[in-house]
């Protein structure tokens, strides 16, 4: 069984004592505002952020807060989410916790995963039995490191086409990058290692910027998307 442990991130207020800070993990549970109801349910982990080295002064958010306000019946509209799953199968096994609730819940279009941690030889047992009526699925994995990194977009409308990675072998072995195009935009998902220590890997994420600038809309007129998690 996995659980998830919810705790407080300290919150500068001029008026009440600073808190301690738990070294293991620390979660976005409430407290950030002033007449603010920041309570979130364990069932809906989409809705929690957790940082696993917290540091002193972070204040946390809600994600809920940070939803814009709702469409007009009239307006056309799909709806992208993104979410870093931080391991897609450790996930789905999470007591109380379905993708189909999640489907319901927020009603998207397309859904970016990133760190899906997923290796090949499982993506077809997972695309069966993760949601219904999301029949457009692209999942790419990392090979160079097992159960490692990995992003996917699941969508409810078929794409023109699809591409993985940046066409580069050297940088396409870690799943870090999935493209779709639709009619009248590109969607790209991406999961880009940060520099590091050192700036030991700062060329990968140069090729990513090169990539996201130049590659995809090359004498397109088409709107580009960008979903990109750096770490």
């Known amino acids: 069984k996995l659980s998830i442990k919810v705790n407080e991130v300290p919150v500068k207020r001029p008026t009440q004592a600073k808190r301690k800070v738990p070294s293991d993990i620390a979660c976005a549970d409430g407290g950030a505002a002033d007449g603010v109801n920041l309570s979130m349910s364990q069932n809906e982990p989409w809705a929690v952020l957790a940082h696993t080295k917290p540091q002193k002064g972070w204040i946390p958010y809600n994600p809920r807060t940070m939803r814009p306000p709702p469409l007009t019946g009239d307006t056309k509209f799909m709806k992208l989410m993104s979410w870093n799953v931080n391991g897609l199968r450790a996930l789905l096994k ?31 047992t997972v ?105």
């Open 94 to 124: 999470l007591e109380g916790f379905s993708a189909l609730q999640l489907a319901q819940r927020e009603d998207f279009d397309v859904l970016c995963l990133q760190e899906t941690k997923m290796q090949e030889k499982d993506v077809e």
């Open 127 to 231: 695309k069966q039995t993760l949601l219904e009526g999301y029949e457009n699925s692209f999942w790419t994995c990392s090979v160079s490191k097992l159960g490692y990194s990995g992003t996917a977009i699941v969508s409810r409308i078929k794409p023109l086409s699809v591409r993985y990675g940046l066409g580069i072998s050297d940088h396409d072995s870690e799943g870090r990058l999935v493209t779709v195009e639709f009619d009248k935009y590109y969607l790209i998902n991406g999961y880009v290692p940060n520099s590091g220590d050192g700036l030991k890997r700062l060329v990968t994420y140069i090729f990513c910027l090169y990539y996201l600038d130049f590659s995809v809309l090359q004498s397109k007129d088409a709107v580009l998307f960008c979903i990109i998690i750096f770490k």
